[in-house]
């Protein structure tokens, strides 16, 4: 298995797997290649007949270059858990090895982190000033626009084509896989491309020219470049069924796919009009998230670290998020953070589809696993792992 990604919290208590209070102990480490931990004698916890724990020795964490090789070993049985969960595409492949008795699935549900659409919308961003030559594009910042692009994708089309089924649509950051802070009956905008038509003439941009593309009153067309990430084959898909959703409508989207260290360059100096990618909440609280709902926030994408926010619904959401962070009371930190989802559920700075279904592979030798929603979903609870014997 590979290195699990780091930032992450059980949703009970956090335990280390390198503290000398957790219970394993690094014996090795060869670079670029492994993890080898062994068992720690002063380990504190035992199971419920009073016998020591872990149950395990030895553990080894094998460090692979991408999923794709990480996988090849584990249909070989060189390892017995995939790290993360499993992509849709391999799914089936997984499906084959549990038929043979040789893996387990197990579906834990609609994930808690989703892919998002956003626009720069920074103040030397392509809404407010000219960009190679191609006049500022006020229609970016519009709610409407957003709102137009939201109804304009089927979602339950894009699931069954981006994530291959395996997923659920969803209208916001908080999916149904956060039982506890999510919306239940938070307001959704439906499939409804003349509703989507209807919004986007509202604010001016119509297909003046009849070549099929809306044109802003200005007579510069509605288009524009999107940058995802090269290589991972969700987001890839996801970008091309947003281009032919909302060619539909007279938006011309250009797709452009870029290398991970690429695509975070251009995130993080802001030369960019759109991007289809995605952020890991590392807690289900959202008091956690801070930089994500705050306008002064590194990651409140569209338009970070503003020095005071720039619209009254993100001084809003400033305010409530305040009292999410600050009150004792979880009915009303709830009750808060609802309505901080139902402001952006209108205004949509950041526009969702669909979330992920969470399912984890394990060998059928290893027992006890218990896998959670967050990750590394599988070695939240090293300590109660074990392995069958050979018969």
């Known amino acids: 298995m590979k290195s699990p990604e780091p930032g992450r919290r059980r949703r009970t208590r956090r335990r280390s797997l390198f ?68 992509r849709p595409d391999d799914i089936p492949a997984v499906r084959r090895l549990a038929d043979a008795g040789r893996a387990r699935l197990h579906d834990l549900g609609v994930g808690t982190d989703a892919d998002f659409l956003w626009f720069n919308l920074a103040p030397n961003g392509p809404s407010r000033v000219v960009v190679d ?116 409508i007279g938006i011309q989207v250009d797709v452009s796919p870029l290398d991970l260290p690429a695509l975070r360059e251009r995130l993080t100096s802001g030369v960019y009009e759109a991007a289809y990618f995605g952020i890991l909440a590392s807690d289900l609280d959202p008091a956690v998230m801070l930089d994500f709902w705050l306008s002064r926030g590194l990651f409140h994408l569209w338009q970070p670290r503003q020095p005071t926010p720039a619209t009254p619904w993100e001084r809003q959401i400033d305010e409530l998020m305040a009292k999410v962070m600050a009150s ?30 969470i399912v984890i592979a394990t060998s059928t030798r290893l027992v006890n696993a218990q896998p959670a929603l967050l990750r590394p979903q599988v070695l939240w609870s090293p300590d109660e792992l074990a392995v069958r014997a050979a018969k």
């Open 19 to 86: 503290s000398q209070a957790g219970p394993f102990v690094i014996r090795a480490y060869t670079a670029g290649q492994r993890i080898e931990l062994e068992r720690n004698p002063r380990y504190w916890r035992r199971d419920a007949q009073g016998g020591a724990l872990p149950y395990l020795d030895r553990l080894t964490i094998e460090i692979t270059p991408s999923q794709s090789a990480e996988m090849l070993k584990f249909e070989a049985g060189e390892t017995d858990v995939i790290s993360s969960e499993l």
């Open 133 to 248: 030559g191609v006049p500022p594009r006020p229609w970016m910042a519009r709610t409407e626009f957003r709102q137009a692009i939201s109804h304009a994708v089927n979602r339950q089309q894009f699931v069954d084509t981006v994530m291959l089924g395996a997923g659920a649509p969803v209208y916001g950051p908080v999916t149904p896989g956060n039982r506890q802070w999510a919306v239940p009956d938070l307001p959704t905008t439906p499939h409804d491309p003349a509703r989507a038509r209807a919004l986007l003439e509202g604010i001016g941009l119509r297909d003046r020219n009849k070549d099929g593309i809306l044109d802003a009153e200005d007579g510069t067309p509605v288009r524009f470049a999107v940058f995802t990430q090269r290589g991972h084959a969700l987001r890839e898909r996801a970008a091309a069924v947003l281009k032919q959703d909302l060619q539909k």
């Open 328 to 357: 004792a009371d979880q009915a009303d930190r709830k009750r808060a953070f609802d309505q901080v989802q139902r402001i952006f559920a209108a205004e949509q700075p950041a526009i969702y589809f669909a979330a992920p279904t």
